[in-house]
């Protein structure tokens, strides 16, 4: 399919002409309808975890590629078992095996799978837009979904994270969310604002130092904070961000000690917030960073749920992809 | 609307086919989602068993789900007993082609290995196009009814013709 006859509607890659969430690239541009249908089929994939058989004939015959062009253990891992229970078959390409290292571009990496005849893409990638682009180039013929792209977005973990305070703290409508950490590097970060604002959270509050909160940020309704004690006053449901060890080239901290004391999630600083608040953290943790480990271990952290929400979360992203891939309706 | 196709009556006509079929303490009852649950909760609470009801949403096991994709609303499939070795009375409303009910055993098989399956449904309207019969069926229609029956409720429960039936010749 070439570019120039290829009009997605309303000129959002992950709806086609016809308005069916044809790709998931970012929680921002979503509708709500379709989020909702995402998370409301997760809670009948959580189900399917207890049986003896874990499986699903869903996507039988299917063939689903993880492209992964960075490192990731829990986001690739959970695609693939969300895929293989719904009965795809998965082909796992890392960076490192493949032939990108040899020079080939992108787009001819993915037209050589698609001579392959899979259907669809789970990819992740050090720049921003990875996803987009071979959304573009490859329209309706397979479906995409973007597992991070650079700091841009990473929707899947937005919408476990949002199942997650559903199912967890109630509904996000009366609901108080802080991210605290590092805002600038995250991708996460940038699709749970996306996410929360989608269905209707009424505070969504960012913490986080001068350095790595992105000032345009107050643009979209968000409350920032760079005091953690004013910041966690009153907040139901605390995400915490993995400090981006690797992307801090650039001295925006003075030590990793420093970000501890002044952001780090204690069982202190915890009281500063709601009584029971949830604590997310979307892995891998720092632990003695962003995070302490009487915390992360604590009661109030939900982290090992949230791997739980992301497998079924994932297994309904592809269901819903898939079956408009079909020509079915996917509307809610 | 024919005056035989009272739910209520149809469903006395079921707890009476059934209970000779069923040991109280035993047997496990599960219904498919919408109707077959309406009508598995009266089937269940007649005759009295003691194992909870189970529930059943086949959208994932669908023959067609690349045709026509995910329903809209996917409820959690419930089955809140062993299957292993159980006997169940699987309940639906309408049998039509079949399918639905292939769809289903493959879900139950899914959480186990059941002694024996016994198909119970409202209305039997014909035109299966797999292999799979009723063994208690409240009303047979054998295809004659033409059109799409659908049950309403789930209080009260009605059955609805839903486009006109052919004319019988």
Redesign the interface.
């Known amino acids: 399919m070439s570019l120039s006859t290829f009009r997605f509607g309303d000129g959002n890659p992950q709806y086609d002409a016809q308005g069916r969430l044809r790709h998931l690239l970012n929680t921002e541009g979503l509708r709500e309808p379709e989020m909702l249908q995402i998370l409301d089929t997760a809670e009948s994939f959580l189900s399917i975890a207890q049986r003896s058989v874990k499986k699903t004939p869903t996507l039988r015959g299917k063939t689903i590629v993880n492209l992964f062009f960075e490192n990731s253990t829990r986001t690739r891992s959970t695609f693939e078992l969300a895929a293989k229970r719904l009965s795809a078959d998965v082909l796992n390409i890392a960076v490192s095996t493949s032939s990108t290292s040899k020079g080939e571009s992108l787009i001819d990496t993915v037209d050589n799978l698609m001579a392959m005849q899979v259907d669809g893409f789970v990819i992740r990638h050090p720049e921003a837009g990875a996803a987009h682009l071979i959304a573009r180039h490859l329209g309706d013929s397979a479906l995409v979904i973007n597992a991070g792209d650079g700091q841009h977005a990473h929707p899947t973990q937005a919408l476990l994270d949002v199942f997650t305070i559903r199912r967890l703290a109630g509904p996000i409508e009366d609901r108080v969310v802080a991210i605290v950490g590092d805002v600038l590097h995250s991708r996460v970060a940038r699709s749970q604002i996306h996410a929360l604002s989608i269905l209707g959270c009424p505070e969504i509050r960012v913490i986080g130092p001068q350095t790595l909160v992105p000032k345009e940020l107050s643009a979209l309704g968000v409350h920032v904070y760079h005091d953690l004690q004013a910041g966690l006053r009153g907040v139901d449901v605390i995400c915490a961000l993995r400090l981006q060890k690797e992307r801090m080239e650039s001295h925006r901290l003075p030590s990793l000690d420093e970000f501890h004391r002044r952001f780090g999630l204690t069982p202190e600083r915890l009281q500063w917030a709601q009584p029971d608040a949830l604590v997310l953290h979307p892995g891998p943790m720092n632990r003695g960073v962003e995070i302490a480990s009487e915390v992360a271990d604590g009661h109030q952290a939900v982290i090992l749920q949230q791997v739980a929400h992301g497998l079924a979360v994932r297994m309904a992203v592809l269901t819903l992809l898939a079956g408009a891939a079909g020509g079915g309706e996917n509307h809610a | 609307m024919n005056a035989d196709w009272d739910v209520t009556t149809l469903l006395e006509g079921m707890v009476r086919d059934l209970r000779p079929r069923v040991d109280p303490e035993q047997t496990a009852m599960i219904g498919i989602f919408t109707g077959g649950v309406w009508i598995a909760q009266a089937l269940h609470r007649a005759l009295g068993l003691k194992t909870a009801l189970g529930q059943l949403?086949i959208?994932?096991?669908r023959d067609d789900?690349?045709?026509?994709?995910?329903h809209?609303?996917?409820?959690?499939?419930?089955i809140p007993f062993a299957v292993d070795g159980r006997s169940i009375i699987l309940v639906d409303d309408v049998l039509y082609t079949g399918r639905t009910i292939r769809a289903a055993m493959?879900?139950i098989?899914?959480?186990?290995r059941p002694a024996s399956i016994l198909l119970a449904v409202l209305v039997d309207r014909g035109g299966h196009e797999v292999p799979v019969a009723a063994d208690i069926a409240a009303l047979r229609l054998n295809g004659a009814a033409g059109g799409q029956i659908k049950l309403r409720g789930p209080d009260p429960l009605r059955l609805e013709l839903l486009t006109s039936p052919r004319t019988a010749s």
Do not use: K, T
């Not at chain 2, 789900?65 to 995910?70: A, D, H, P, T």
């Not at chain 2, 098989?109 to 186990?112: L, P, T």
């Open positions: 949403d959208s994932f096991y789900f690349s045709q026509i994709g995910l809209p609303q996917v409820r959690a499939s419930d493959n879900e098989f899914d959480y186990g």
